[in-house]
């Protein structure tokens, strides 16, 4: 397996802090979270030093903005500003040399099923341009399931599956977010999965522990091809790592 880490660890920190940190701590892979500092928007010209990516033996994934973001937004305008720092996050991975990006499938805020079922056809279209988008520009766009809560739609590995299959795009599969259903495994079981996010919980709550510090099957982990591990601490991650490593053997 191929492990990462997100920089959500090393937030504020430089691209180049990113790369020499996962070069010296022997990672493969890197995502990058586009929010805050590093939103596609303020960081697409040269001076911006995207060109250190060539100098590193660091597959990179990116992660797009989302927070106050929604592609299921019942607000058009929100849906098209979506959908548009979505393609700015497909731009950003075609000039560093990302392989992928990783977007999340929308919410409601009005918890009524009629609600919902438009929510998921806006979420769709929505999604489904931004994958024609990224398809064109050579990037794999990548949707990614969310914890178990009515609001959040691709709560379960039958949504997701539906998402990836009417959008058109690939899958990131977050273990810990599987972790607050029922069924975990099942989301191993979804097609075109490019990547998974890694952490723990209590199986209750999405609380990104390091590996081994709550319920998830670390069995579910043996594998897998691409693993990021998605939390807010560097050292958590160091941990995660070598729990990993620890499973391989």
Known sequence: MKIGFSTLALFMKSFEDFLDKATADGFDLMEILCEGPYWPRNIQSPEDGLEIFASYDVDVFLHA??????????????????????????????KIGAEAITTHPGMIHRLEDRIRDMGKYFAIETLKEANEYAEDSGVILSVENMPHRYAYFCNTAQEHSYFIDQCGCHATVDLGHANTTNDPASFLELEKTYYYHLSD????????????DGTLDLNLI????????????????????????????
């Open 222 to 249: 043996n594998g897998i091809d691409r693993g990021i591990i998605e939390l807010d601490n560097y050292d958590n991650v160091i941990k995660s790592r070598n729990v990993l490593l620890n499973l391989s053997k």
């Open 65 to 94: 903005p989302t927070i106050d973001l929604n592609p299921a937004s019942m607000n058009p305008g929100i849906r098209d500003e979506t959908l548009r720092q979505i393609t700015e996050t497909v731009d950003l991975a075609s």
């Open 201 to 212: 919980n209590n199986g209750k709550k999405d609380q990104h522990l390091a590996l081994g």
